[in-house]
């Protein structure tokens, strides 16, 4: 096998969604496998881990604006803390990683490694709110969880170590749960829309699949070319369970002492293999330009009587684009072709590709070529800045397009069950169907075909009382279906 | 006890300087203590993780500029991996916390959390270094580790888990690796003195004192004000220790497989710990600007008749500094007084403090008060900008000063055992004496003073062969001493 051969891409998108995206994932060098003995586990890259980095950098300039401050909490959680909310235990209980000794001892009491923090987050809550002057209180913290989930590895999709922000909240009421609760919806569907041109879908997770203690549930859903829904991030209005667990109350304007209402909301490296799954192609990595670690390669194309010019011009272009803040790399290595260097950069997925050869210094031109779909333009010297900002932008709208485009295509109707199965056996994606609210009607649906309810409608005015009372009898959107159709 | 008194702090710095230091930790909302059966663990609050966040933008700027990247590893390393390096076994396998159960089920192998990276790191590198030109490489991680010391938790100084970056990198050479090695340690100096005002020491630490597997420590040093050094944060050139053991090898440039250098290089929360520790007092907390999470508080002061136009003037001036990129508060809280407000800004260490009164609106005036001293100045309304800016820089210089004066008087000479003795009884600080380079020598001094060899000095232009032979029979410079002083 030649050099160019191991580089790229072997598997075909289309055919064997799981093996190529494995294949990306590694040879893009966002991330490798743990070593023997930890499957599950994950090493990110630098080129991976640039990809988080982006994630935190906008989500924390967002909570910021939004009143929320990062604080960080004990990585261990003791066995009688995740005790206390029943449902967290029953949840998380066949998942936690058990810390049993430190150093030569036993521990006297088993520590869990957090599989998520609500347990330890809530008392310290508890002890700092007092008024109602102390509320509303928002914690964020930016840290890895661990779930011992007996399923095969998918790097960022499936681990058992993932890196997550987990935001929580405590109000004077339902209504400010509620807020609190689709303001960061909001801002997780933002994330999705304006950094990584992937339209989401909005809606709250069937009672039987809400978290454990949450009275309601949303998440963003995103649609994979594949036609399975990924949970993009999940939004959870936990009502009073957790603050009545852990005594969370506060005197309120009349001095009186009333449980307050609490919200945790996360969103981890999943979206991150969501990013990966939706805009890449047999070439392998294709990335937005807002989080692409650079957005513009420059490859320059000499013989040895040109080498220097080319190159000179070349590098006084990187230097143009960098000073007005382009993410730009200039590569100059003797030892590859152009040819390679155009596969390696499109196996990584920088967005945009200057070629300069010695006819565009001639011109006082540059080539741009688009990496999702290969289309090629002359730019004049003088206007390189802003041209390229378009180039990016319009990189960025095919993306955004394309991923439209197969969410479109892909919510259809069904009106009975044979229905439902029938378009989500050919199709995939999502079919929008009644639901009655009954978990039985998916099982029947779910032991038919691989397929779930992934989301009903949200009524967001309902503030009062349980607004999910409205949804459960409104029509139900489903990446599968169930019976209840009219 | 009022509540102005449940506020303030009750105990006294030079008397009871382990107390006094809790006290501030918890009063000024820094970090709290974790829940019984987790001694050793903290929560960091809001205003402490801000302090991390601080320390986290200034580093990776600077490690990006120097070509650092970042990634992230594994929370687990298995036990075989963390046995490969025999120094490394050796230094933590008494303090490691082990996992043995994911979910139900015992785990075949039991897993430790890292307690530092190098055993996991390392033979990933091997895996991505082919040849010379993948040299050098620096991968960084920002994570929590754990060490399951037996010691009484304080926050920050000694805790079991704890945040910290860990960088690794691989070079060509010894002097690739030395370079990389002192890059570092004067990027941690910097952010002592540039940030947080703390004048530091560098030196190389004793053969016994190395870290596990390294061939040489290097350290900066920060003497608190109760006599007492701080290990700021330390620089590991490892030699090729790590890499033979994790076969991490290049082909360099005639295609000859060679065994790489490597580095690693930490700073932990402690040095959150010297910050607060160097600068506070019995008023609570004390920072500069440079990580202030409020860096102004202004403070209205108003009578039912002038409240209006006060806190009109008030908010203007808080605007203007806001858009001049000022971190301003403006405490316009009905139901506190001014006095109560001035303590509290104090316990939380907010560097200067504008009082505004009708006296103030009426003469375009505002009045400043630093922090650290009390000084009091009347400052212009037109000149509001700049002159905050100058006071800011003062305070941090009056800091700056402060420290830097304690550790002047508190470096002395001795000459003898007696002499090491007695002035390390009397004044605690750093002794400035020959030491022959054994450990024994060390011990015969530890036995009688509370005290240990610090630093060596670090030899900077030495790169070949063993540099740190001449800092063994260089004097040497300790917080204690040692008897070999001819
Ligand atoms: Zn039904
Ligand atoms: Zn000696």
């Not at 969370?248 to 981890?268: C, N, P, Q």
């Not at 006082?364 to 730019?379: C, L």
Request: hydrophobic letters at 35%; a negative charge.
């Amino acid at each position: 096998m030649s050099e160019d051969q191991e580089l790229g891409i072997t598997e075909q998108k289309e055919y064997n969604p799981g093996e190529w995206y494995a294949e990306v994932v590694e040879k893009a060098e966002l991330a490798s496998y743990a070593p023997e003995g930890m499957g599950g586990f994950i090493v990110t890259r630098p080129r991976g881990y640039s990809l988080w980095e982006s994630v935190q950098d906008n989500l924390d300039r967002w909570f910021d604006e939004t009143g929320v401050e990062n604080a960080y909490f004990p990585l261990f959680i003791p066995e009688d803390y995740l005790e206390r909310e029943k449902d967290v235990v029953e949840g998380f209980d066949p998942e936690v990683a058990w810390v049993t000794h430190g150093g030569h001892d036993e521990l006297e009491e088993r520590l869990a490694v957090r599989p998520t923090s609500e347990s330890i987050i809530a008392p310290y809550m508890a002890q700092w709110v007092r008024s109602h002057r102390d509320l509303p209180l928002r914690l964020n913290q930016w840290c890895s969880v661990v779930r011992w989930e007996a399923t095969e590895t998918k790097p960022f999709f499936r681990t058992k170590e993932f890196l997550w922000q987990e935001g929580h909240t405590a109000h004077e009421d339902e209504a400010g749960a509620w807020e609190e609760t689709l303001t960061r919806l909001d801002q997780y569907q933002r994330l999705y829309e304006d950094v990584f041109a992937m339209p989401v879908m909005r809606g709250a997770k069937p009672d039987h699949d809400k978290f454990p203690g949450a009275d309601t549930t949303t998440t963003v859903e995103a649609l994979m070319p594949d036609g399975k829904s990924v949970q993009g991030a999940t939004s959870h209005n936990l009502g009073q369970s957790f603050a009545e667990a852990f005594d969370l109350t506060f005197s309120d304007e009349d001095e009186v002492e009333r449980v307050a209402h609490t919200t945790s909301w996360g969103l981890s490296w999943r979206a991150l293999g969501a990013l990966i799954m939706t805009h890449s192609d047999d070439q392998g990595l294709v990335l937005p330009p807002t989080v692409a670690p650079e957005q513009v390669v420059i490859v320059p194309i000499w013989q040895e009587d040109t080498k220097e010019s080319v190159l000179q011009y070349s590098a006084e272009i990187a230097a143009e684009l960098e000073e007005a803040g382009v993410r730009v790399h200039l590569d100059d290595r003797d030892e590859r072709n152009p040819g390679f260097k155009y596969n390696e950069w499109e196996l990584k997925g920088v967005p945009l590709r200057l070629e300069i050869g010695p006819n565009e210094v001639a011109d006082g031109e540059i080539t741009a070529v688009h990496r999702p779909d290969g289309e090629q333009t002359t730019t004049a010297r003088d206007t390189l800045v802003e041209d390229v900002e378009a180039h990016l932008d319009e990189v960025y709208a095919k993306l955004y397009a394309t991923a439209e485009e197969n969410l479109e295509e892909n919510v259809r109707e069904a009106d009975s069950p044979e229905e439902i199965m029938g378009t989500i056996g050919q199709h995939g994606g999502y079919v929008r169907t009644p639901w009655c609210g009954d978990e039985a009607c998916e099982e029947a649906i779910k032991e038919k075909v691989h397929a779930e309810i992934v989301a009903v409608p949200l009524d967001e005015s309902a503030v009062e009382g349980d607004h999910r009372d409205n949804a459960h009898r409104a029509e139900a959107v489903h990446e599968p279906g169930d019976e209840c159709t009219v």
